[in-house]
């Protein structure tokens, strides 16, 4: 995925388009990493189930830090 971090993944997160993605994800993009719709990722989210940081109203996600919490890694 080339382009701007606006991008929405297409298809299946597979590694080659998973290394396509930019460091800082979207809500839709990590939704789509995660296999969650968007509105289940912010349920998460408020739960502390996903990191995530918010600037205002936005929140952005660390595509390192979500592979990691899949990984089970806890740092």
Known sequence: MTGSNR???Q???TP?????LPEVLTREQAAWLLRLSPGRL???VKR???PCRQIGRKRLYSKTALL???AGDPS
């Open 7 to 9: 991008t929405q993944p």
């Open 11 to 13: 298809g299946e997160p």
């Open 16 to 20: 080659d388009a998973v290394e396509q």
């Open 42 to 44: 912010e349920a998460a």
């Open 48 to 50: 502390g189930e996903v």
């Open 68 to 70: 990691r919490m899949v």
